[in-house]
Nanobody, 125 residues
């Protein structure tokens, strides 16, 4: 059983930056595709970014491409989401997720085996 704990959320003004972290425990971190999803109030959870097991490949939602960067440190069992040029529409709860079989292009919310509890990101205009 893998446990995922997100941190780094908070409040920031539009145009600012935040770095989210997700620490994993209870499994072999390097064997999991990792991802970030988000859910805004009143909206469905949506895909943000994924990263392959060795960190060599990444995939982004069009709305964040060029502004967000996903990375991982397998030695630290941690995945990161660097968020730059933040916009009010980026306001959401951000969730870290992991799966041992899915590839980076799987952007639906179903079938991901493990999810964190989420961290709130609020961007003010």
């Amino acid at each position: 059983q893998v446990q995922l704990v997100e941190s780094g959320g908070g409040w920031v003004q539009a145009g600012g930056s935040l770095r989210l972290s997700c620490a994993a425990s209870g499994g072999t971190f390097s064997s999991y595709t990792m991802g970030w999803f988000r859910q805004a109030p009143g909206k469905e959870r949506e895909f943000v970014a994924t990263i392959s097991r060795n960190g060599g490949n990444t995939y982004y939602a069009g709305s964040v491409k060029g502004r967000f960067t996903i990375s991982r440190d397998n030695a630290k069992n941690t995945v990161y989401l660097q968020m730059n040029s933040l916009k009010p529409e980026d306001t959401a709860v951000y969730y870290c997720n992991a799966d041992p079989t899915l590839g980076i292009y799987y952007s639906a919310t179903s079938r991901w085996r493990y999810w964190g509890q989420g961290t709130q990101v609020t961007v003010s205009s």
